[in-house]
């Protein structure tokens, strides 16, 4: 079984796309936790309308927007209480975004390589709206990408690993840094079968300077290596003056 975490707010214009190309995975065995950050447009009813025709998906929902961060945590505290009900843990976990979308072989591929590992890192493309590829990236290595999407997870590693912090903007920096730090054992695969959507209206597309000097700080005081938060700021910085 492989679970796919998928968090969504007002994302109607694209979240029927991003769940049929989870429904049309040639690889079958895996269910879809969708959480509905309250959203004040047509998401929830979207993503009913596949929750009723397929029960491998599953809609949670918050009554008010609470954050990328807090939708991921309450699906992966959903699976840990369906763990610790069951005596059989579910093998692997992977998170989609709600205007992404994957290639019909993504899960097939992922299981197919992950071996014994606890950690499969894998690369992306990134799309416009038009289907314009302006980007294709495969890991070079694993520090590299900072999302928690492009990888699949064993179940057992990640519901024991640090949650996401909620409240800011760029916790997927943090989170990354605190899985690098934990010492997984990993493969890095050069495929690219996740297609992440260029939306320049997103928010982490526009420039926060507040922000990211709140990030930086919390990188500082993370529990990591201190050669990895060091690399990690430069990196970051370097990439925001690219997108000045």
């Excluded at 959203?39 to 929830?44: E, H």
């Amino acid at each position: 079984m492989v679970d796919i975490i998928v968090p969504a707010y007002n994302a109607d214009k694209y979240v029927a796309e991003c769940l049929c190309s989870v429904k049309n995975q040639i690889f079958e065995n895996w269910r879809c936790i969708i959480v509905d950050d309250g959203s004040t447009d047509n998401t929830a009813i979207i993503a009913q309308a596949f929750v009723d025709a397929d029960s491998r998906f599953i809609l949670l929902r918050h009554a008010a927007n609470r954050g990328q961060s807090a939708a991921r945590n309450t699906a992966l505290d959903y699976l840990a209480s369906l763990n610790a009900k069951s005596s059989t843990l579910n093998a692997f976990i992977t998170f989609l975004d709600a205007d992404d979308w994957l290639d019909k072989d993504y899960l097939h591929t992922l299981v197919s390589h992950i071996g014994d590992k606890d950690i499969l890192q894998v690369g992306y493309r990134r799309v416009t709206d038009e289907g314009l590829i302006l980007e294709q990236k495969t890991p070079r290595h694993f520090y590299q990408f900072t999302s928690p999407c492009m990888r699949l997870y064993r179940a057992d590693y990640l519901l024991r690993a640090p949650r996401f912090i909620e409240g800011m903007i760029y916790e997927d920096v943090i989170f990354s840094l605190h899985i690098w730090s934990s010492k997984p054992s990993y493969r890095i695969l050069p495929y690219t079968g996740y297609n992440y959507r260029f939306n320049e209206s997103s928010t982490t597309s526009q420039p926060h300077p507040a922000e990211q000097q709140k990030l930086y700080a919390a990188i500082r005081q993370a529990n990591a290596f201190w050669w990895l938060k060091g690399l990690t700021i430069l990196r970051l910085k370097f990439h925001y003056y690219l997108r000045q």
